[in-house]
């Protein structure tokens, strides 16, 4: 078999024939669905002609083709695994074609597959030439009719996308319905479900008064949790014609949750797919953060309408074009619908945490990448995260209204079009009277950018200055020496030793207590007047650009920042550095086989933090919880595994002892009688109160684990629930976390979004033996290797959550990963390039799990390799 290519950006040219119209026939059986399609089509006009016509198509098995209605002879047209290639075609003309497909056997979930008992497609970035053969690519827009047939009693809804237009009866107990979507799209958003689903609908009036249909499509026992996606939609949809002026453009719009599903869901014109996680949600059974989740994901694929949809990408490189953007939306949303300081908190901690170490791994990539060998791949936190903060840097650049005057701008200009992150950016250059050349480069240029800040006050003259260095370390294929500076805004203040703000003067002028500064060389130096004393800067406050800002704080600078800064991000942030700087402390001193000791700076914030009454108890929350395991080893030069997990236990432990009964009085005075609501005052409540039971937890008491079974018992809402069964399954105490793991597990054996859960706190047990745990769930009744959700919550959570035991120095952990992902790459590529991530990431371990961890990624390599399996091997081994 000849090595999968790559292809590059450089090469792209437009397609030789263009399809206008599209009618489609689907004719559902589990092994053999018929598939007839008759495409209008005609020679681009900028292509020459005489050119043949590439169509592409996999796993199809090709039955009828003609042209004009002639059948085509064999000599005349060529087929290979992935293209059907015809020599010559008038300039206009007729194709219609038969396939038939294997939806039964489709494990990849990509074009037609089977889930439960439904049919169901996810088509982007190409899953459609699964279904037919097509110009499968987002620059070829065509007008769709689709017609589904299928068994009436098994398959009584039928689904596509646009409005239905016509239904009936046949022959042998089948149906049929048609659905006809007036508006041009490519392929990637093509849809069809078909199965016994039930409905929720509802109605939204658009601001200039069209009424649609709002309908969530589920299996009859998920009937009780669509009602907070459906209030999530239509906040969405009213907000979106507030803060961006985009109304909704067809009579109806539809969701439909399926159970198997490789991401999060699917922006499908007029007819979204999702995971099921990612829509159904009840108290009982969900967590506060899978409520925000829902609500984030059902806004997020209800903004592609516009960003994506109406204006589409002209070619996958473009994909942080929609993706991005749509991010970006949907985050601001969020933020605006929630706590906004805690949106900000939280999307940053992802970035900080997943997406700068791909920056700083073997598949780092730019947000337009120039070339890849398999485009699934690249659906990565580089090109959604990133490229949200790309658009963010770009709002924050031009101000909010010359960025909504630039946001119209697109719409209207590219409004039906296929266009690039140029035509973007080039509309809030020109809405915004800004030269955006430099900032291009943050789409083309991968790697971290590093902020080096270092402050001088002269006392006589009362200036401080800020001297700022940028540079971008090297990444695959962009060599250091190759990078170039960056344009992004720095956002700063200024503190006295006293915490107040200091009145900024910058050249003369006036700047307030908050400004934005604007770098686009290597170096820059800000001269601030006036300055009475010695500052302590509050520097990339709100996290105003995606870069790692390095300033020689001490630890009573943070402090300050901490106590007073008036930027509420940037009072986090100072918190988290203080507390890197303590559990660093402790790693020294493991190391050193020294007696590890708290850092009394810490201590000291803790409890001012603890006593001092917050008038946001959301942020509070954040504030209180110490840096993930992940986030610790991303700032390592040399990652020490044991010593990091330590460390930050030992921290941990140490608060909760030191702070006893400040964390107990916290915990009591956040116990709510209210009925549950995922609303932002009612999660910072159950989140102070479940970050306090942890401190408590942590010290090892037997009160404090009572504490945790009796909430457990309680059972009041999943969050409460799942907090406390957390704490006792991690506990060292067998006697009560593993009555209650069990009696979880009973308790909803019928429900997979909670089964998924259970998984994942077995799974992310910190004691040695948890790698038996794992292997006997993979053989429990509710798992299946086929069902990305059960995938993500054994492995990923095992994999990507319990860094001791994946690290574990006897290679198990590796072992069993390696296995799984051998195993998926025959039954679904996607997910087996996704789970193999944690592997790949050695570059900065000790050199005996780099061997190991090397050792398992040449085993997988020695198998018959997918393309994106392939990929990704290949980068992580070079
Ligand atoms: N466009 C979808 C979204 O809203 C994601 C589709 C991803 N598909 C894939 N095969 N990776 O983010
Ligand atoms: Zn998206």
């Not at 083709?65 to 059948?71: D, K, L, M, R, V």
């Not at 990339?540 to 790692?548: E, H, N, Q, T, Y």
Request: aromatic fraction near 10%.
């Amino acid at each position: 078999m000849a090595e999968p290519q790559a292809i590059h950006l450089k090469d792209y040219l437009p397609p030789a024939y263009l399809v206008d119209d599209v009618a489609l026939k689907f004719d559902l059986d589990d092994h053999a669905t018929r598939v007839s399609a008759r495409l209008k089509m005609r020679r681009h006009p900028q292509r020459e002609a005489g050119l043949p016509l590439e169509l592409f198509g996999t796993a199809l098995r090709l039955t009828h083709i003609a042209i004009e209605g002639q059948p085509l002879d064999e000599d005349e047209y060529r087929l290979d695994a992935e293209r059907l290639v015809i020599a010559k075609v008038p300039e206009r003309f007729e194709l219609t074609t038969e396939v038939i497909i294997d939806p039964a056997a489709n494990t990849a979930l990509e074009g037609l597959y089977r889930s439960s008992s439904m049919f169901c497609t996810q088509c982007e970035p190409e899953g459609f030439r699964r279904i037919t053969y097509y110009p499968d690519r987002p620059d070829v827009m065509a007008t769709f009719t689709t017609t589904v047939i299928g068994d009436r009693e098994r398959l009584p809804v039928l689904l596509s996308n646009g409005n239905p237009t016509e239904s009936g009866e046949l022959p042998n107990g089948r149906h049929f319905v048609t659905w006809r979507d007036p508006f041009p799209k490519p392929s990637y958003l093509f849809a069809l479900v078909a199965g016994a689903l039930e409905k929720v609908e509802d109605h939204f009036t658009t601001v200039s008064g069209r009424q649609v249909t709002l309908q969530i499509w589920v299996e009859r026992e998920n009937l009780d949790k669509t009602e907070f996606a459906m209030g999530a939609l239509k906040r969405a949809m009213k907000w979106d014609e507030e803060a961006y002026g985009r109304e909704y453009d067809l009579d109806l719009f539809m969701i439909v949750a399926v159970n198997d599903f490789n991401m999060g869901a699917m922006e499908n014109k007029g007819l979204n797919i999702f995971n099921s996680s990612a829509v159904l949600a009840n108290p009982a059974t969900t967590v506060d953060a899978n409520f925000q989740r829902v609500e984030g994901i059902v806004a997020h694929e209800y903004f592609h309408n516009w960003s994506g949809n109406r204006v589409t990408c002209r070619d996958w490189f473009q994909l942080a074009l929609k993706e991005g953007f749509t991010v970006f939306r949907d985050q601001s949303f969020s933020a605006d619908v929630n706590s906004a300081p805690v949106k900000r908190i939280e999307d940053v901690s992802v970035l900080r945490t997943m997406q700068f170490a791909e920056d700083a791994g073997p598949t780092a990539h730019p947000v337009r990448p120039e070339s890849f060998i398999e485009i699934s791949n690249f659906y990565t936190l580089t090109v959604y995260e990133k490229g949200a903060e790309i658009v963010r840097m770009l709002r924050q650049l031009l101000g909010a209204e010359r960025f909504r005057t630039g946001a119209d701008l697109y719409f209207s200009r590219f409004d039906g079009q296929a266009v690039r992150v140029e035509d973007f950016v080039s509309s809030m250059s020109e809405a915004g009277d800004v030269d955006l050349t430099r900032f291009m480069r943050w789409y083309a240029q991968a790697g971290t950018p590093v902020l080096d800040v270092e402050g001088e006050y002269d006392a006589k003259a009362q200036v401080y200055r800020l001297k700022v260095r940028q540079h971008t370390p090297a990444t695959p294929g962009q060599p250091a020496e190759r990078k170039l500076p960056l344009h992004l805004p720095l956002r700063l203040g200024l503190l006295d030793a006293g915490g107040a703000a200091i009145p900024l003067w910058l050249d003369g002028e006036s700047r307030g207590t908050d400004t934005v500064v604007e770098l686009f060389e290597a170096e820059h130096e800000f001269r601030f007047e006036r300055v009475p004393s010695a500052p302590v800067p509050s520097l990339l406050r709100g996290f105003s650009a995606p870069v790692k800002l390095r300033f020689p704080y001490d630890r009573e600078q943070l402090a300050l920042l901490v106590k007073y800064d008036e930027d509420g991000f940037n009072r986090w942030d100072a918190g988290q550095r203080l507390a890197l700087a303590a559990i660093e402390e402790v790693m020294l001193a493991l190391q050193a086989g020294a007696e590890p000791r708290l850092d009394p700076t810490l201590l000291d914030v803790f409890t001012h933090l603890l006593d001092t009454p917050s008038d946001d108890l959301a942020v509070l929350a954040e504030m209180l919880k110490l840096p993930s395991e992940a986030y610790i080893a991303g700032e390592q030069e040399a990652i020490d595994i044991d010593a990091i997990h330590q460390a930050r236990r030992f921290v941990t432990r140490a608060l909760g002892e030191a702070l006893e009964p400040r964390f107990r009085a916290l915990f009591e005075a956040n116990q709510s009688e209210a009925p549950y609501a995922p609303s932002f005052e009612q999660i910072a409540q159950r989140s102070l109160r479940n970050v306090a039971l942890g401190y408590l937890c942590a010290t090892g008491g037997e009160k404090a684990l009572h504490l945790a079974q009796h909430q457990f018992e309680q059972d009041r809402n999943m969050t409460d629930v799942r907090a406390a069964l957390t704490l006792l399954a991690h506990s060292d105490a067998h006697q009560l976390g593993d009555p209650a793991v069990k009696a979880f597990g009973e308790r909803w054996a019928h429900d997979p979004l909670v089964m998924d859960q259970w998984f994942a706190i077995q799974v992310t047990r910190p004691q040695p033996d948890v790698l038996d745990r794992v292997r006997f769930l993979m053989r429990h009744p509710a798992f299946s290797i086929k069902n990305p959700n059960k995938v993500r919550a054994l492995i990923g959570a095992f994999a990507n959550l319990n860094r001791v035991n994946f690290h574990r120095l006897d290679g198990e952990g590796y072992r069993l990963v390696a296995d799984v992902v051998i195993e998926l790459n025959r039954l679904n590529p996607d997910i087996a390039a996704r789970i193999v991530t944690p592997l790949t990431r050695f570059q900065r371990l000790d050199a005996k799990r780099q061997s190991l961890m090397r050792a398992e990624l040449e085993r997988i390599r020695r198998e018959p390799l997918s393309r994106n399996l392939f990929e990704v091997i290949e980068k992580a081994l070079a």
